[in-house]
């Protein structure tokens, strides 16, 4: 949610930061429901004070055993009347501007380069180079199901497309990878490991900024829940309505869990294989910091995923993400994509992402500072450590092997049983 008094400071320089996401202004609309709002508010403290005033003078006639005239009395009820509708009209003017500003993306950091879509992000740093085999690399979805350990057609009788069931080594492979990046990042990197709802209320959903705008990417219980689409909603959900004293912050946690998205809008995307599910599991870190320390988080934990990435051994780079591909809560983002030998291409594995006080201040999450003086909202960050199911493609197709084969990185020996390869 954005601050509406930035707004009112300069309404052009909002309008432009609309622009760079392609949006067209917004603050004179904006700006007009808050004129009428405040104005409303007025007339209405004036209208308290002229009853206050009157309710004033009945108290004294009524002390000094005088009557009360039949025009105080009249006045009253009506300057009652005014004032319910003097709130009414504020109600709706401030609804108004809430509808209007809740739909909005948020600030983009002055260093996000300019761009319509993907093809203007900026590759930053690339970890190695692309693999070379003395074969023809196959896609995970051709090696799993030549091994019979992924299987599309029992998943789908029994869910429908975009879902996949791992079988035997395979599903020990993908639980694997989310018990190792979990030790990785509580024991290596700080993090609190939390287990969490998978469903969530209206209030930590909206907070979180995926209602109203992304309602139809989410799956809802018919109690009005909603399926969690990553651990983030939960996870920043904590500090909702709380007030932090600045010496516990950075808060830093972390779980691996189920996360469900409808893919609204992605059909024909993606349709073989795993790399676009309605179900897939995720390793989530979050962090809630104090205001001047969120950049420095940001970095932290962009690293914190690609050691993920290095210490599996796959090649990888970081992608600062253009205006045009910066997702809506976000101020800043870092994508980390991986090759895929099999796809002979660059894919999504991570995003982190600096929102500063976008949630904060549609969940009402604040510091107490330590000097004491007032409170402010927080900074929330949010990042993949990383998404289970593409690491696991990631792994069968960097580490194949020319017999069908797939090699189990060394990191990952400890929870596979010191099983080192499936075959």
Not at 257 to 263: A, D, G, V, Y
Request: aromatic share 6%.
């Amino acid at each position: 949610m954005h601050d509406i008094r930035a707004v009112r400071a300069d309404p052009a320089g909002f309008d432009a930061a609309l622009a760079r996401r392609g949006l067209a202004p917004a603050s004179a609309a904006i700006l007009a429901h808050d004129g009428a709002r405040r104005a409303a508010q007025t007339a209405l403290q004036e209208k308290q004070a002229r009853r206050n005033a009157i309710a004033k003078e009945i108290g004294i006639a009524k002390h000094d055993g005088g009557g009360v005239g039949p025009g105080l009395e009249t006045q009253a009820l009506a300057l009652r009347a005014e004032m319910e509708a003097l709130q009414a009209r504020a109600d709706a003017a401030e609804r108004e501007q809430v509808a209007l500003l809740e739909v909005l993306p948020n600030i983009l950091d002055p260093e996000v380069p300019d761009g319509r879509d993907e093809t203007a992000n900026v590759v930053l740093h690339q970890s190695g180079e692309p693999p070379v085999y003395p074969f023809a690399p196959k896609q995970h979805f051709e090696i799993g199901e030549a091994l019979g350990l992924m299987d599309f057609a029992t998943a789908a009788k029994l869910a429908g497309a975009r879902f996949t069931v791992l079988k035997g080594a395979l599903a020990r492979l993908e639980r694997a990878l989310g018990q190792w990046m979990l030790a990785l990042h509580t024991e290596a990197h700080g993090y609190t490991e939390a287990s969490v709802p998978l469903l969530v209320n209206d209030a930590v959903a909206y907070g979180t900024d995926k209602l109203p705008k992304f309602a139809d990417d989410l799956f809802r219980t018919t109690d009005g829940r909603w399926l969690i689409p990553t651990a983030e909603v939960p996870l920043t959900g904590f500090a909702m309505g709380e007030i932090i004293p600045e010496a516990e912050l950075p808060m830093r946690l972390t779980a691996l869990t189920p996360c469900f998205r409808s893919e609204a809008g992605s059909a024909g995307r993606d349709t073989r294989g795993m790399l676009r599910q309605h179900q897939f599991a995720k390793v989530e870190l979050v962090s809630i910091t104090a205001p001047g320390h969120s950049a420095e988080e940001h970095e932290r934990m962009t690293r914190c995923a690609e050691r993920v990435l290095g210490d599996l051994g796959l090649t990888w780079r970081r992608v600062l993400l253009c205006a045009g591909d910066t997702g809506f809560g976000a101020a800043r983002t870092y994508d980390l994509e991986v090759w895929l030998p099999g796809q002979g291409a660059w894919r999504e594995i991570s995003s982190c992402s600096n929102c500063r006080d976008f949630q904060a201040r549609r969940m009402n999450a604040r510091m107490k500072p330590k000097d004491g003086k007032g409170n402010v909202f927080l900074h929330t960050l949010n990042g993949s450590g990383v998404a289970v199911g593409r690491a696991l493609i990631a792994v069968m197709e960097t580490y194949q092997q020319q017999d069908g084969s797939v090699r189990v990185p060394e990191v990952l020996l400890p929870f596979m049983g010191d099983v080192s390869r499936i075959g």
